[in-house]
């Protein structure tokens, strides 16, 4: 009897939490947050290492979750530091997705906006934070690929927690099972920087608002001996805030500061790198903050080596946990469908069941389905299938598929315009798009758009545009008249869109033009027709970045048959243009990247009215019909019906974001399409800038001549091209 009461009383503490785990001996290792700082957790693990210690626990927070969900998964130090050197930290900071990994529409618009605001029941709301983690949940499904194994962090080759705060009750959460996605993306959110991560009904915000170093966890497993790697500055100075990011830091710290000297009393050997420059997101700084972390470790070696000698190692088998860069689907599992269909997705991620898959493969597709907009999280893991793997995708749905977004630009073309657009996704049919835009400024534009993503399957589309600018008549270099443009089109078109990079279209087009002198100048007729035209076209684009590209082309062809009516009851004889533009993306030497072009357009039948002839001149980006930029001459100041022309843009990176430029083209502006090949008369320009890819967006100024003339003229752009 007596026996049974004992073991019935000592089934409760058997049955603790980790407790079976706890040994004489055992360490525990505790990893704090701090963002790019806890980069120094990998030099103190090198120490750690060196000095014989092997780690029986770990818990952390935030980034110092990551690298001890890294190393208890079973990477080692050197693998651990090689992964995280080759993440695009900016890309992770600013979540965006690759634009060649956008849909084809979304590439065309998605570079012109300052301001973003999700539309929930018809009304613009501010954004819960600035980012949406893509990028790191992305990460997350690589680095912890091999968990599948696992069925709790305990099971990992060295047992693991992290810790998250519950951003409605402001409690506490401690992983310890589930999907380490989940665990990492949870106690990565901090504030403001990331938006709260959301599963299983609760959402959730970086731990390091409650607790920082998680130390408690571990004494609660039994864990004998604790070895602290602390990163984190409580509080700054006066002084020392001096950028946003310190003050978000500084505001999530007061409520752990009390807490955090009560942790300390479980701390065995404490290393605290001192790294006063760093901050959350000087990833830039990597080798000084390892280097610091290996610093600080070494300060305690002789109490590591102590440490090291009271402890019991087990034997553990040596387990590669990095991520398999091929692998076989037997199947592939979607959760979190119910607006969107399966087709979709597949035909956006673009692997295949019973077929081998490569990490290149994977990365594009989940790039491709955030890319659409259509969710907010796309994440992925693999589990055990009979053949292969099963492919895991866990996707959530935006809740706001409606966008209003507001954009600014100055040109030396078309002055100053606010831009407002306000797009909608899933308005009348599934993957269909909507998309208006209104420049409001000194040059008024429009443009409306509709069409539904079918991909390869041919689709009808609709697109009602409007443009008013001012632009002048030149006779030998003087300008003679200025004159104001008014149009007005609407299109009908059926296109199809290949790999979301390939567009093949034709359609039809009604368009009113006025051309209308202005009052300060005298003697040119003004101009108002419509025509009626017929078109088909090509347009392929992969530039990696709308505005600096190191890689990827652009292919753009068109054939337009151009008729003037008058009330569908008059036809004039058409002429035809055909136009054909080829762009290349190169970089080199690291800091160097060419853009290299070649356009052509040859009209074919009588000669066109104003709104129709080849124009070349200034150095804006993207005009209506046959304007073309052309450097060493003002807007539109040549005038032909057939035009050849090659250039070539250097840009010189000297620091982050800061560009000197050198541009060049030559040029044939012709009357006949023979005179192109047999004239001697060649146009060129040079010009030499200075670039910054600003908050508001690409600031240019430059200084453009010609050999043909003596004139210089300077071309000043700020804000996204619209």
Same mark, same amino acid.
């Given at each position: 009897?007596?026996?049974?009461?004992?073991?019935?009383?000592?089934?409760?503490?058997?049955?603790?939490?980790?407790?079976?785990?706890?040994? #004489?001996?055992?360490?525990?290792?505790?990893?704090?947050?701090?963002?790019?700082?806890?980069?120094?957790?990998?030099?103190?693990?090198?120490?750690?290492?060196?000095?014989?210690?092997?780690?029986?626990? @770990?818990?952390?927070?935030?980034?110092?979750?990551?690298?001890? $969900?890294?190393?208890?998964?079973?990477?080692?130090?050197?693998?651990?530091?090689?992964?995280?050197?080759?993440?695009?930290?900016?890309?992770?900071?600013?979540?965006?997705?690759?634009?060649?990994?956008?849909?084809?529409?979304?590439? &065309?618009?998605?570079?012109?906006?300052?301001?973003?605001?999700?539309?929930?029941?018809?009304?613009?709301?501010?954004?819960?934070?600035?980012?949406?983690? /893509?990028?790191?949940?992305? +990460?997350?499904?690589?680095?912890?690929?091999?968990?599948?194994?696992?069925?709790?962090?305990?099971?990992?080759?060295?047992?693991?927690?992290?810790?998250?705060?519950?951003? +409605?009750?402001?409690?506490?959460?401690?992983?310890?099972?589930?999907?380490?996605?989940?665990?990492?993306?949870?106690?990565?959110?901090?504030?403001?920087?990331?938006?709260?991560?959301?599963?299983?009904?609760?959402? *959730?915000?970086?731990?390091?608002?409650? !607790?920082?170093?998680?130390? =408690?966890?571990?004494?609660?497993?039994?864990?004998?001996?604790?070895?602290?790697?602390?990163?984190?500055?409580?509080?700054?100075?006066?002084?020392?805030?001096? #950028?946003?990011?310190?003050?978000?830091?500084?505001?999530?710290?007061?409520?752990?500061?009390?807490? *955090?000297?009560? /942790?300390?009393?479980?701390?065995?050997?404490?290393?605290?790198?001192?790294?006063?420059?760093?901050?959350?997101?000087?990833?830039?700084?990597?080798?000084?903050?390892? &280097?610091?972390?290996?610093?600080?470790?070494?300060? /305690?070696?002789?109490?590591?080596?102590?440490?090291?000698?009271?402890?019991?190692?087990?034997?553990?088998?040596?387990?590669?946990?990095?991520?398999?860069?091929?692998?076989?689907?037997? =199947?592939?599992?979607?959760?979190?469908?119910?607006?969107?269909?399966?087709?979709?997705?597949?035909?956006?991620?673009? @692997?295949?069941?019973?077929?081998?898959?490569?990490?290149?493969?994977?990365?594009?597709?989940?790039?491709?389905?955030?890319?659409?907009?259509?969710?907010? *999280?796309?994440?992925?893991?693999?589990?055990?299938?009979?053949?292969?793997?099963?492919?895991?995708?866990?996707?959530? +749905?935006?809740?706001?598929? $409606?966008?209003? %977004?507001?954009?600014?630009?100055? !040109?030396?073309?078309?002055?100053?315009?606010?831009?407002?657009?306000?797009?909608?996704?899933?308005?009348?049919?599934?993957?269909?798009?909507?998309?208006?835009?209104?420049?409001?400024?000194?040059?008024?534009?429009?443009?409306?758009?509709?069409?539904?993503?079918?991909?390869?399957?041919?689709?009808?589309?609709?697109?009602?545009?409007?443009?008013?600018?001012?632009?002048?008549?030149?006779?030998?270099?003087?300008?003679?008249?200025? %004159?104001?443009?008014?149009?007005?089109?609407?299109?009908?078109?059926?296109?199809?869109?290949?790999?979301?990079?390939? $567009?093949?279209?034709?359609?039809?087009?009604?368009?009113?033009?006025?051309?209308?002198?202005?009052?300060?100048?005298?003697?040119?007729?003004?101009?108002?027709?419509?025509?009626?035209?017929?078109?088909?076209?090509?347009?392929?684009?992969?530039?990696?970045?709308?505005?600096?590209?190191?890689?990827?082309?652009?292919?753009?062809?068109?054939?337009?048959?151009?008729?003037?009516?008058?009330?569908?009851?008059?036809?004039?004889?058409?002429?035809?243009?055909?136009?054909?533009?080829? #762009?290349?993306?190169?970089?080199?030497?690291?800091?160097?990247?060419?853009?290299?072009?070649?356009?052509?357009?040859?009209?074919?039948?009588?000669?066109?009215?104003?709104?129709?002839?080849?124009?070349?001149?200034?150095?804006? =980006?993207?005009?209506?019909? *046959? @304007? /073309?930029?052309?450097?060493?001459?003002?807007?539109?100041?040549?005038?032909?019906?057939?035009?050849?022309?090659?250039?070539?843009?250097?840009?010189?990176?000297?620091?982050?974001?800061?560009?000197?430029?050198?541009?060049? !083209?030559?040029? =044939?502006?012709?009357?006949?399409?023979?005179?192109?090949?047999?004239?001697?008369?060649?146009?060129?320009?040079?010009?030499?800038?200075? #670039?910054?890819?600003?908050?508001?967006?690409?600031?240019?100024?430059?200084?453009?001549?010609?050999?043909?003339?003596?004139?210089?003229?300077?071309?000043?752009?700020?804000?996204?091209?619209?």
């Amino acid at each position: 009897m007596f026996c049974a009461f004992f073991l019935f009383g000592l089934l409760p503490m058997l049955a603790q939490p980790g407790l079976d785990s706890a040994k #004489s001996g055992s360490i525990g290792l505790v990893l704090s947050g701090g963002g790019a700082k806890a980069m120094a957790h990998i030099g103190a693990l090198r120490v750690i290492e060196r000095a014989g210690i092997k780690v029986d626990y @770990i818990s952390g927070t935030s980034m110092g979750a990551i690298v001890g $969900a890294m190393y208890a998964l079973g990477y080692s130090v050197d693998e651990i530091e090689a992964y995280l050197r080759q993440v695009d930290w900016q890309a992770l900071l600013t979540n965006e997705v690759p634009r060649n990994r956008l849909s084809f529409f979304d590439r &065309k618009t998605e570079n012109r906006y300052l301001l973003n605001f999700p539309v929930y029941e018809g009304r613009p709301r501010l954004p819960v934070g600035l980012n949406y983690g /893509q990028y790191i949940l992305k +990460e997350l499904s690589l680095l912890s690929q091999q968990a599948y194994r696992y069925e709790r962090f305990s099971d990992f080759p060295i047992p693991f927690l992290c810790v998250a705060t519950d951003l +409605e009750t402001g409690k506490l959460r401690v992983f310890e099972e589930g999907r380490l996605i989940d665990a990492l993306r949870s106690s990565t959110a901090f504030p403001s920087l990331f938006t709260p991560y959301g599963f299983e009904g609760h959402l *959730y915000v970086d731990g390091g608002v409650l !607790n920082n170093y998680p130390v =408690k966890q571990l004494k609660e497993k039994g864990i004998q001996h604790i070895i602290g790697v602390d990163v984190q500055d409580l509080l700054y100075t006066k002084n020392e805030l001096n #950028s946003v990011v310190r003050v978000l830091e500084q505001t999530s710290s007061f409520i752990r500061v009390s807490d *955090y000297k009560e /942790q300390l009393r479980y701390t065995d050997v404490l290393i605290k790198p001192d790294i006063p420059e760093a901050g959350l997101t000087t990833f830039e700084l990597f080798d000084e903050i390892v &280097k610091r972390g290996e610093e600080a470790a070494l300060a /305690q070696l002789p109490a590591l080596m102590e440490m090291a000698g009271k402890s019991i190692p087990e034997q553990t088998e040596s387990v590669s946990a990095l991520p398999m860069q091929e692998f076989y689907i037997h =199947k592939i599992n979607i959760k979190g469908l119910e607006e969107n269909t399966r087709n979709y997705v597949l035909g956006k991620l673009r @692997i295949r069941e019973g077929e081998m898959c490569d990490l290149g493969r994977v990365n594009r597709g989940m790039d491709q389905l955030y890319g659409s907009h259509h969710f907010t *999280y796309v994440d992925y893991t693999l589990s055990e299938a009979d053949t292969g793997y099963a492919f895991n995708l866990n996707l959530t +749905e935006n809740s706001s598929l $409606a966008q209003f %977004r507001v954009g600014l630009n100055y !040109n030396d073309d078309y002055k100053t315009a606010l831009l407002l657009n306000y797009t909608k996704r899933n308005l009348l049919f599934k993957n269909d798009r909507l998309s208006a835009d209104l420049a409001v400024g000194d040059n008024t534009r429009t443009l409306l758009n509709y069409f539904v993503d079918r991909g390869y399957i041919p689709t009808l589309g609709a697109k009602f545009r409007s443009n008013r600018f001012t632009f002048r008549g030149y006779t030998a270099g003087k300008p003679v008249v200025q %004159r104001v443009y008014q149009d007005y089109s609407l299109d009908f078109f059926i296109q199809s869109t290949l790999y979301d990079a390939y $567009a093949i279209g034709g359609g039809i087009q009604l368009e009113n033009v006025e051309i209308n002198q202005d009052l300060n100048f005298a003697g040119e007729e003004g101009l108002n027709k419509s025509f009626l035209n017929y078109y088909g076209f090509v347009d392929f684009d992969s530039f990696d970045d709308a505005n600096y590209p190191s890689r990827g082309f652009k292919l753009q062809a068109q054939g337009r048959i151009i008729a003037e009516q008058r009330s569908f009851q008059r036809f004039f004889e058409p002429s035809s243009v055909v136009d054909v533009g080829y #762009s290349q993306a190169l970089s080199f030497g690291g800091r160097f990247s060419l853009i290299t072009r070649l356009w052509g357009a040859t009209t074919i039948g009588p000669n066109l009215d104003d709104p129709y002839k080849v124009y070349l001149g200034s150095m804006g =980006k993207e005009y209506i019909n *046959y @304007i /073309q930029p052309f450097i060493g001459y003002r807007y539109m100041e040549l005038i032909g019906r057939n035009a050849l022309m090659a250039r070539g843009d250097l840009f010189f990176e000297a620091w982050r974001n800061h560009f000197f430029t050198l541009k060049g !083209n030559l040029g =044939k502006l012709e009357p006949t399409f023979n005179g192109l090949f047999g004239s001697d008369v060649v146009l060129d320009g040079y010009s030499v800038g200075y #670039s910054y890819k600003s908050p508001l967006g690409p600031l240019e100024i430059n200084l453009a001549g010609s050999t043909n003339h003596a004139r210089l003229y300077t071309y000043v752009r700020l804000g996204f091209w619209f």
